[in-house]
């Protein structure tokens, strides 16, 4: 049997050394070891070789707007929502396409190689959806980028959200997204969810909310979300996303509201830079963290995917697509530091994601589609700890990012040596 590319000698993320062995734009083999022939053979001897990152919450068509036309001088959540009605109206067809394909191409270059975007439909143009729609078709070659029908300005609160988000799933959009706790009172957010969710059941699609995302603890519409799912029979199809309200919820009631969500098979979609970022912003000290309760909810068995949220928007001044960036913020604030946590950290930024995202062809597996990323670290924390540059990446079998870059040199006190900044961690005793 020959192959058309063999990488050798990597570090797959649970610890086994392999050969990947691909054919075409699939997975063939993977083992130790492997001396069919092949059309080109890469050695990656020692490098991590992962699946791709995987980001289950962004705003493609926000990316990339800083600035425009101003910053958020409060860095509010509610400031941001402002902002971004403000630069809304300015928006055209050909300047989303720009700075979503430049994401785009930063997201490639970073091993980001599936994207959920939420896509602003309150804008009765829905230009942005039109947008967004022709960048999927765009980079289907290397990102699967998936849709979600989003009335930032709430279904109810906004005069023609509820339509707009209807012609959006019409015209292709994916999945069907959420604000409940934008809308005008508890009670239209409850409906808020409720009909979102009957929409969802009726088309067969996902849903996937932001929810909750508020430092009030009295802001409960996850429990309805829950609650519709298993009403509706949407178990595995639906994700809550931000749940920052959890964080200071009463613990009774979070003990009641776990299972529940467990139990409905709801995923949760923690943004960690954004949530550290907008949240507890009108607290003194203490000032809470704002990110929902990760560690309680993998113990509860609840699935859990980390996103990024925004880069370079109203809502936040940074980001490079760097799912590590997501990672390491994410181990922090929920303070997972052992070894166990950290790796689940990782798992959380890639598998646990694809399998929120519901990609069938994501892994490393035989069989797979071959989409991977090579990193210049030797383990899943080594490459959270040093933000692992990326050695290669692989979508559909094709090398469409590579590095080979000289490592820093250092002359100290007449030594010039190359730094390497990577450890052996012992095992954990
Ligand atoms: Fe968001």
Redesign the pocket.
């Known amino acids: 049997m020959s192959f058309d590319v063999v990488l050798k000698g990597g570090v797959l993320p649970d610890g086994t050394h392999a050969d990947v062995a691909i054919a075409g734009d699939r997975i063939a083999a993977i083992e130790p070891g492997i001396t069919a022939e092949a059309r080109e053979t890469i050695d990656i001897t020692g490098h991590l070789v992962s699946p791709p990152f995987v980001d289950p919450?962004?705003?493609m068509d926000a990316t990339l707007s800083y600035g425009q036309p101003r910053i958020n001088g409060s860095g509010t959540l509610l400031e941001g929502i402002a902002l971004w009605g403000e630069l809304k109206p300015m928006l055209t067809h050909e300047a989303v396409i720009e700075r979503a394909l430049a994401y785009c191409d930063w997201a490639a270059s970073m091993g980001l190689l599936a994207i959920r975007t939420?896509v602003d439909v309150c804008d009765d143009r829905l230009l942005a959806v039109e947008a967004l729609l022709e960048v999927k078709q765009q980079v289907a070659g290397y990102i699967d980028l998936q849709l979600v029908a989003?009335p930032q300005d709430g279904l109810y609160r906004s005069p023609n959200a509820r339509e707009n988000t209807i012609r959006a799933l019409d015209l292709g959009v994916d999945v069907v997204g959420g604000i409940p706790h934008f809308e005008r009172t508890m009670a239209d957010g409850r409906a808020s969810v409720t009909e979102l969710c009957e929409i969802a059941a009726e088309r067969g699609l996902m849903v996937d909310m932001?929810c909750d995302?508020t430092d009030d603890p009295l802001s409960r519409h996850i429990e309805q979300l829950a609650y519709e799912t298993q009403r509706l029979g949407l178990q595995g199809r639906v994700a809550g996303?931000?749940l920052t309200s959890m964080h200071s919820m009463d613990n009774y009631y979070v003990s009641k509201l776990l299972p529940l969500i467990a139990e409905a098979e709801v995923a949760a979609i923690p943004?960690p830079l954004?949530n550290i970022t907008l949240q507890g912003r009108h607290d003194t000290y203490p000032k809470r963290r704002g990110m929902t309760r990760v560690p309680e909810m993998l113990k509860h068995g609840i699935k859990v995917g980390f996103?990024q949220?925004?880069v370079l928007d109203p809502?936040y001044s940074l980001g490079t697509a760097d799912m590590l960036d997501v990672a390491f913020m994410a181990l922090h604030v929920a303070q997972m530091t052992s070894p166990a946590d950290m790796r689940r950290c990782f798992e959380m930024v890639t598998t646990q994601s694809a399998e929120i995202m519901g990609l069938d062809h994501y892994g490393l597996a035989t069989g797979k589609r071959a989409d991977l990323v090579v990193l210049d670290a030797g383990n899943p924390i080594e490459a959270i700890r040093l933000r692992a540059e990326r050695l290669m990446v692989m979508a559909r079998g094709k090398v469409i990012a590579r590095r080979d870059r000289a490592p820093m040199q250092l002359m100290i006190s007449g030594r010039e040596a190359g730094i390497d900044r990577r450890f052996e961690v012992p095992e954990p005793r």
């Open positions: 919450h962004f705003h939420h989003f932001h995302e996303s931000h943004n954004i996103g949220d925004c809502w």
